[in-house]
């Protein structure tokens, strides 16, 4: 046994001590001396803390809350959080440290814990190494358990006597955040975590989202400025980081905070020593961590629409705080419009909007000489990005009959500007090679642009997406109705070496079984048969009813195809792109395809019943932890719910896993943290350190703002939440006019409309496509049009009252007028516009025309009048179907142009489907619907 030694021994004497405070109503076992006594008699003044820690060797080896419902350690097995590493420069100039992990291994720290358990204390000297050992530093680490919090304090001293300057502070937090496979989702926790000055905070929550949340938050006087995540010491953050971020600039990293150094006076001098702090204290859900940061002095910030901020608009934030606000500054005042609104229910609310594309930074000072830092992106208008995604990706495709890759849309490097293809694989190596030609990477791309082309159509566009399957997929990724296991598609590493490997088994030939790539496919038939169906001024290589037949047979083949040849089902795992099948179903009915339907159907409503069930995996994917599922699970649910009868569901357990998946996508989702690459952003097992704003931002943020509009009990910050995804990720798109030189991130014409693969928010590293960054967006776009694909489903124009901001229009503008609301639409497809007033709901979805950026959208408050505007490309008359839901309970007229065209009954729960004649290739088609007075 070691023995814990007392600050009244002899400071040569170095121990090592571990105790545990049960700190809980319920009287703690006995304890002795001992280093490894199981529990320490706590004083009654603390009795009732939540807090049952261990301490070990100088910091917390564990930390658990105590009656919690759950087991969870919050801290690493074998580690400790308490830790701190001090970088400064020796009087040769060389670098030295204080590591009190070292020092605690080499027995070179004194513990001394207080008699009630309630103080653990540390303290660490070192000498200078470069001049005759003499001292240079001490270190003491203080933790108290106080209440209903644990405070954390470091002093250090300067023991010499000259002048010493500590470049870097930092501190390692080793938390138990390791996702393994088949382990309970209550054992893990995911950090959330904003780095900004005195604002930064962090947050530990259990990816079931129950409650509480571990908080950390900074003392007075502490900020943090830089963090890093490298494998060596794992997640960190600086209190002061000169020295490493000097390292990082070297690397060629774009941070945007600054890197201070603490500097010391001599031994005995005023200013010999300084402190710092942090407390630890326990939230019971979001709303609580936002309160528990606002008694803390910090700034409780809410925005909208979101922080990825498109010209045409202008967003607005709120800030809540007990200390004043000083001043809002722009990194660009001659570039940007910033607007104090005034202060209302404890906030303060400003406007901004960015003619400067790219990176905005506002400054915040607060208090006492506090300042924080809100991260704004800047983007074109919405509907100028996808229409310039859609001609880029049309552009670099491979016309070469010559190759077996003719007609591949193929994956651009922005920074050396090369296209890859199987003869150039430019940086990628191993297995990595796959994301040019298959897979989600590679049919991402095609996926999004036609996806893109049943909304704007374009014929060169369309002619390109036929070549594509014409020459690439049919027959080659995907096999004919003429092989066996029809519909089939090769997975990786390309269809070529599959098709013609020796192996005719399922590593080689059959190497069809991989379910993720199949509703990619989906998405392009049926965008094709959109196409083909309502814009006969596009000539197709094939008839709607072919593409109708290859979207089903692909989409059969997902649930059959891989269960026959490997037994992988696609009914346990959430799939991004998969939503559209029940289109795929509608479409079949509404051919007369009724047997097809049903087929396809049944194998929907399986995947249905066994996520509904509740005990599917949905974070289970190819990894232990994986955020893929939220844009289908949703859809799933929303299913459940709708059609629970038939289903032989119970409405309440279609309920419950509505609300289980929903916590589950937020989780994984940065909320937050007010920067434009976390909030909104979906998180993988790396919390925010790596790959965000990925594929996942826009898709689960869609289900997040689909909840908000129709099952939400406070539906505003959901929707702000949804919305702020749905904006995030054309951050990664490189895009701009000539004035900006076309792009923010890897500027020039030729890389106007290519995209990023993800962004990364740590100094520097490697991609999960092993490629170097500097903190920013990749130069590869890998699976980053998926997410557009998501996008496009998403995309809407919401005029809300909102609980915080009052009536505010997402994705376009409004005015008031005397008798409603005028909303002119700016989402970027225009075809859908939601009304979430205090009088109700209304949503409005046109199938193919699109509203009308030059008219704007009308409707009353009591939401029984509406009026809009239709555009049409069509060359001929035809009828626009239209759908309703939420309309005040009545008997309607639809007219056009004075022209009355139907009547019909509406109540709030009824959908409504309209069609409505338009007239041959107009900008400008009106329509109005209007309740009629009651006889």
């Known amino acids: ?223 943090l400025e830089y963090w890093d995540a490298q494998a ?12 490493i971020g000097a390292q990082a600039k070297a690397q060629g990293t774009k941070w945007r905070q600054p890197n201070t150094f603490l500097r010391l006076a001599p031994a005995g001098q005023k200013g010999d020593s300084h402190s710092y702090g942090f407390k630890f204290k326990w939230a019971k859900d979001y709303s609580e961590v936002r309160q528990l940061r606002v008694d803390e002095g910090q700034i409780d910030v809410d925005v909208v629409p979101g922080m990825t901020v498109p010209n045409d608009l202008f967003a607005r934030f709120a800030l809540r705080s007990k200390l004043p606000i000083r001043a809002v500054e722009a990194e660009f005042p001659a570039q940007t419009q910033l607007q104090y609104l005034g202060a209302r229910d404890g906030r303060v609310f400003y406007q901004v909007r960015f003619q400067r594309l790219g990176e905005n930074k506002l400054t915040i000072r607060y208090g006492q000489g506090r300042r924080t830092t809100l991260e704004f992106f800047s983007t074109q208008p919405l509907e100028t990005l996808i229409k310039k995604r859609a001609a880029f990706i049309a552009r670099h495709q491979v016309r070469d009959s010559s190759k077996w890759y003719n007609g591949l849309l193929t994956e651009w490097n922005m920074r050396d500007e090369v296209a890859l293809t199987p003869d150039n694989y430019d940086g990628l190596q191993s297995w990595r090679i796959y994301e040019v030609t298959c897979d989600d990477p590679g049919l991402s791309k095609p996926a999004f642009l036609a996806a893109k082309n049943a909304d704007f159509p374009v014929q060169r566009e369309v002619e390109a997406l036929d070549y594509y399957l014409n020459h690439f997929v049919w027959g080659g990724l995907q096999r004919t109705t003429k092989e066996k296991y029809s519909y089939g598609l090769y997975g990786i590493p390309d269809w070529k070496q599959n098709r013609d490997n020796v192996d005719a088994g399922t590593q080689g030939k059959l190497h069809l079984w991989r379910p993720y790539d199949y509703s990619h496919v989906v998405v ?205 990720a054309w951050a990664l798109m490189n895009a701009g006019d000539a004035k900006s030189n076309y792009g923010f991130w890897y500027p020039g014409p030729n890389n106007d409309g290519a995209v990023g693969g993800g962004f990364e928010p740590a100094p520097y590293g490697e991609t999960w496509l092993a490629q170097p960054h500097h903190r920013g967006a990749w130069y590869y776009a890998s699976e980053t049009d998926l997410g557009y694909c998501g996008a496009l489903r998403t995309a809407a124009t919401l005029i809300s009252d909102d609980s915080i901001f009052g009536r505010f229009c997402f994705g376009g503008t409004w005015k008031q007028t005397a008798h409603s609301i005028e909303v002119t639409p700016r989402d970027g497809v225009r075809k859908r516009f939601y009304a979430k007033l ?66 019909f009954t509406a109540s709030v729960a009824q959908e409504v489907r309209l069609v409505l004649p338009v007239s041959q290739k107009t900008t400008a088609k009106p329509f109005v619907i209007v309740r009629q007075p009651s006889s």
């Open 524 to 728: 392009i038939y049926l965008s094709m048969y959109r196409v083909a169906k309502n814009h006969p001024e596009i000539k197709t290589a094939l008839s709607a009813q072919e593409y109708l037949q290859r979207a089903y047979g692909t989409a059969a083949a997902m649930f059959t195809v891989p269960k026959q040849l490997v037994g992988w089902g696609a009914g346990n795992t959430g799939f991004y792109n998969e939503t559209v099948i029940p289109k795929v179903v509608a479409a079949l009915v509404a051919n007369g395809r009724k047997a097809e339907a049903a087929k396809l159907k049944a194998h929907w409503e399986g995947k249905v019943k066994n996520f509904a069930g509740g005990t599917t995996d949905l974070f289970g994917s190819e990894y232990p932890f994986d955020s893929t599922g939220f844009e289908s699970t949703h859809a799933l649910a929303k299913y459940a719910l709708q059609n629970s009868s038939t289903l032989g569901i119970k409405p309440q357990t279609a309920h419950d896993f509505l609300e289980k998946q929903m916590a589950a996508n937020i989780f994984c989702r940065g909320w937050l943290e007010t920067a434009y690459y976390y909030l909104g952003s979906d998180y993988r097992a790396s919390a925010g350190n790596s790959f965000t704003l990925s594929y996942m931002s826009p898709m689960g943020g869609g289900a997040v703002l689909d909840y908000g509009l129709n099952y939400a009990k406070d539906p505003t910050p959901y929707l702000r939440l949804g919305y702020a995804s749905y904006l995030s």
């Open 1 to 223: 046994m070691r023995k814990i030694f007392n600050r009244a021994q002899s400071r040569s004497a170095f121990g090592f001590a571990s105790s545990r405070y049960c700190i809980a109503a319920a009287p703690p076992l006995v304890a002795g001396i001992f280093a490894f006594s199981p529990c320490v008699q706590a004083a009654e003044s603390v009795s009732n803390s939540p807090f049952d820690v261990t301490f070990d060797q100088g910091g917390m080896g564990s930390l658990r809350c105590v009656k919690d419902k759950f087991d969870t350690n919050y801290v690493a097995s074998g580690r400790r959080v308490g830790d701190v590493l001090l970088r400064y420069r020796g009087r040769d100039g060389s670098w030295q440290s204080l590591d009190t992990q070292a020092l605690a291994k080499a027995n070179g720290a004194i513990y001394n814990r207080s008699e009630d358990g309630t103080r653990y204390t540390s303290t660490y000297r070192v000498q200078d190494e470069s001049f005759n050992k003499t001292p240079a530093l001490e270190l003491q680490s203080q933790f108290v358990v106080k209440g209903d919090e644990v405070e954390w304090t470091m002093k250090v001293r300067n023991l010499s006597e000259r002048w010493r300057e500590i470049d870097d502070w930092s501190l390692p937090l080793p938390m138990n955040t390791t996702f393994r496979a088949n382990r309970p989702t209550t054992e893990i926790v995911l950090k959330h975590s904003f780095i900004a000055g005195d604002n930064s905070f962090l947050f530990w929550m259990r990816s079931n989202s129950a409650g509480p949340y571990l908080t950390m938050t900074p003392l007075p006087g502490t900020s």
């Open 838 to 903: 205090k009088t109700g709901t209304l949503q409005v979805a046109s199938e193919n025309e699109s509203f009308s950026t030059q008219h704007p959208i009308a409707v009353n408050e009591a939401l029984s009048s509406l009026s809009f505007y239709l555009e049409s490309s069509q060359p001929a008359r035809h009828q626009s179907p239209l759908l309703l839901k939420g309309l005040a309970p009545g008997r309607y007229q639809l007219s056009s142009g004075g022209e009355k065209l139907a009547s």
């Open 232 to 243: 060596t010491n794992g997640f960190r953050v600086f209190i002061h980081s000169a020295a």
